[in-house]
């Protein structure tokens, strides 16, 4: 009852923090990026501009509107530049682009004809692909042979887009088959918690973090049916990857600690077994799932999880080792 009551609340609770409606679309975000780099490096700078902002009006990440500036000053629009740079530092201030986009601005600056409008005004930014106005009259035309030899590129890469969550939580149900020697295990109950820190390396999820999986065992002691708790606290290491829009593939390895406790006198798993005690020892495990995305944070899993672990002196002679087999299923949400 205390099992199903704490994986009950687990959850609900993952449940409830879900957001209720999703407000940026990051996988249509995703695409119009894809598209918008593509034409960057063709040299299509127009063209990204109007994927850049696609994707921009899909899901307002401040990388988005550097790289208009960048495609704006690509095709020598200073004005637009400049209001986009000064955008980005305003909307991502302590950038460590910071320097280096003063620079553009300082020279951006110099650049453009000081007619008295305003850089920031919205009408700057009303025709995505228009060209740069004609100077005024009263200025001075600059042949392309007066213009600075020294006058800076673009040599700074665009921005990625935003990778979205960092950090996974996870809670899984199931069943595991224990291996102890000569002992004789029952199909056991399991439920495992976890947190993981994610860093996206192009399609690769990479992942780190730290794991906890319970599972109780009935047996029989000097005083009649008893139960035990196993328990194995892990870090984990390991990497995922997307095979469809909504579907994922990923696994890692565990390194940590198998403890039993709650264990009565009379026990088959402690040498000895004169009194109550617990016993621990090293845990290696490799854990394989899918996950389907039912929303952008929140998901369904289902996958195999195998333990093995050594054995001390503490425990009966008969065990030589403690293998798990899991079978488990449950729910994941990014935050």
């Known amino acids: 009852m205390l099992r199903n009551t704490l994986f009950s609340l687990v959850v ?21 990026y894809k598209e918008a780099k593509k034409k960057y490096n063709l040299g299509d700078f127009e063209e990204a501009i109007v994927l850049f902002k696609k994707a ?23 004005k ?28 951006l600056n110099k650049e453009c004809p000081d007619d008295g409008s305003n850089v920031g005004a919205l ?13 005024p009259a009263t200025q001075p035309a600059v042949t392309p042979e007066a213009k600075p030899e020294t006058q800076p590129t673009i040599t700074k890469p665009l921005t990625s887009e935003p990778r979205g969550p960092i950090v996974r939580l996870g809670a899984d149900g199931g069943f595991a088959m224990v291996s102890m020697g000569d002992v004789v295990t029952p199909v ?26 319970l599972a109780t065992m009935a047996y029989e002691a000097m005083e009649g049916d008893s139960t035990m708790l196993m ?14 829009p909504k579907l994922r593939v990923g696994g890692d390895i565990a390194l940590g600690l198998l403890g039993l406790s709650a264990l009565d006198p009379g026990n088959p798993f402690t040498a000895g077994a ?21 929303a952008e944070s929140l998901g369904v899993s289902g996958g195999l999880s ?28 990014r935050w």
């Open 12 to 32: 609900l609770g993952l449940l409830s923090a879900a957001p209720a409606v999703v407000h940026a679309d990051k996988e249509a975000s995703a695409v119009h």
């Open 56 to 78: 921009y009006d899909e899901h307002e990440a401040p990388a988005y509107l550097y790289n208009i500036a960048q495609a704006y000053r690509q095709i020598n629009n200073c």
């Open 80 to 107: 637009k530049a400049l209001f986009f740079y000064e955008r980005f530092l305003a909307e991502k201030p302590g950038s460590s682009q910071e320097e280096t986009i003063k620079g553009y601005v300082a020279a």
């Open 123 to 135: 009408n700057e930014i009303d025709d995505p692909v228009a060209k740069p106005t004609t100077k």
């Open 188 to 213: 056991t109950p399991e439920l495992a918690l976890a947190a993981t820190y994610l860093h996206a390396l192009g399609d690769i999820e990479l992942r780190a973090g730290a794991r906890v999986a």
């Open 231 to 244: 328990t194995r606290y892990q870090a984990t290491l390991g990497a995922g990857y997307p095979i469809g």
């Open 274 to 294: 004169a009194e109550s005690k617990a016993v621990s020892s090293f845990a290696f495990g490799v854990n394989a799932e899918v996950e389907y995305a039912l």
């Open 306 to 333: 195998y333990g093995s672990s050594g054995v001390g002196d503490e425990f009966a002679s008969d065990i030589t080792s403690i293998g798990t087999l899991s079978l488990l299923g449950g729910a994941r949400y």
